[in-house]
C-alpha cells in the first residue's frame, strides 16, 4: 500500500487549461502538504492544512487552488495554467504540525506546460 | 527568517569510501528538527535520517551518522561505504514552526558515487 498517492505523475497540458492534481495518504496523519520543485531541485512551500484547515498559504498564486475534503485528502486545483508553473508537485503528510517527525511524500507529479 | 544553506551543489565519491555533504541553518526557535532527505533520479523523497535539536546525541542510522553543532548551527550527514545507490540529490531540511509544520529545504547536493 503506498502512504502517500499522487494522481497522476505526469501531466502535459496547454497554457490557459485547468488541472487538477489529487493527493491521498493512509498513513492517519492530521497534516499534508504541497511543496513545489522548480527546475533547478529547489523545494518550496505552498500551502498546509492540519485536520482540513489552512494553516499556510505562501505567496502563491490566486489560480492555485488546495482543497481538502477530509484530512486524508488533499488536492490541488490549477487555472488559468502558465509556462512557469511547470514543476514537480510533491504532496506530503505528517503526523502533526509541531511533531517533527518528518514529513512522507508522494512520488510527484510533473507539470509541463506547452 | 530560518535559513538552510548547503554549500556544495556537486560531490562525488568512489564506492565504499565515506564522504560529508555539509549543511548549516538558522533559526531562532529553541526547539526544532533538522532532517536529510534523499532524492534519487526516481524522484522520490527518501527520509535518511533525523535529529532532534535538545538531544546532543548524533543521529544514526546504519552507514548514515550526522555531525550535529548546535552552537554553530551546523548539521552534516556522513555516509561511509558508499554504494552506487546512494547516487542521488541530497536535501538538508530544518523544521521549527510548531505552528505552521512548515520544512524549509537547502539547495541541495547532488552526490555521485562512481564504481
Known amino acids: 500500500d503506498t502512504a502517500v498517492s499522487q494522481t497522476p505523475k505526469y501531466l502535459v497540458t496547454q497554457m490557459g487549461n485547468d488541472k487538477s492534481i489529487k493527493c491521498e495518504q493512509n498513513?492517519?496523519?492530521?497534516?499534508m502538504y504541497w511543496y513545489k520543485q522548480d527546475s533547478k531541485k529547489f523545494l518550496k512551500i505552498m500551502f498546509s492544512?492540519?485536520?482540513?484547515?489552512?494553516?499556510i498559504n505562501e505567496t502563491v498564486p490566486n489560480r492555485f487552488s488546495p482543497k481538502s475534503p477530509d484530512k486524508a485528502h488533499l488536492n490541488l486545483h490549477i487555472n488559468s495554467l502558465e509556462l512557469g508553473d511547470s514543476a514537480v508537485y510533491f504532496c506530503?503528510?505528517?503526523?502533526?504540525?509541531?511533531?517533527?517527525?518528518?514529513?512522507?511524500f508522494g512520488s510527484g507529479t510533473r507539470l509541463t506546460v506547452v | 527568517a530560518q535559513t538552510v544553506t548547503q554549500s556544495q551543489p556537486e560531490m562525488s565519491v568512489q564506492e565504499a569510501e565515506t564522504v560529508t555533504l555539509s549543511c548549516t541553518y538558522d533559526?531562532?526557535?529553541?526547539?526544532?528538527?533538522l532532517f536529510w532527505y534523499k532524492q534519487p533520479p526516481s524522484r522520490q523523497m527518501i527520509l535518511v535520517i533525523r535529529?532532534?535539536?535538545?538531544?546532543?546525541q548524533n543521529a544514526t542510522e546504519n552507514r548514515f551518522s550526522v555531525n550535529f553543532q548546535k552552537a554553530a548551527k551546523s548539521f552534516s550527514l556522513k555516509i561511509s561505504d558508499s554504494q552506487l545507490g546512494d547516487t542521488a540529490m541530497y536535501f538538508c531540511?530544518?523544521?521549527?514552526?510548531?505552528?505552521?509544520?512548515?520544512?524549509?529545504f537547502g539547495q541541495g547536493t547532488t552526490l555521485q558515487v562512481k564504481p
Open positions: 506530503a503528510s505528517s503526523q502533526g504540525l509541531g511533531q517533527g517527525s518528518g514529513y512522507t
Open positions: 498513513l492517519g496523519h492530521d497534516t
Open positions: 492544512y492540519n485536520n482540513k484547515e489552512l494553516i
Open positions: 533559526t531562532s526557535e529553541n526547539n526544532y528538527y
Open positions: 535529529q532532534e535539536a535538545y538531544k546532543q
Open positions: 531540511a530544518l523544521h521549527g514552526s510548531s505552528n505552521t509544520g512548515k520544512l524549509i
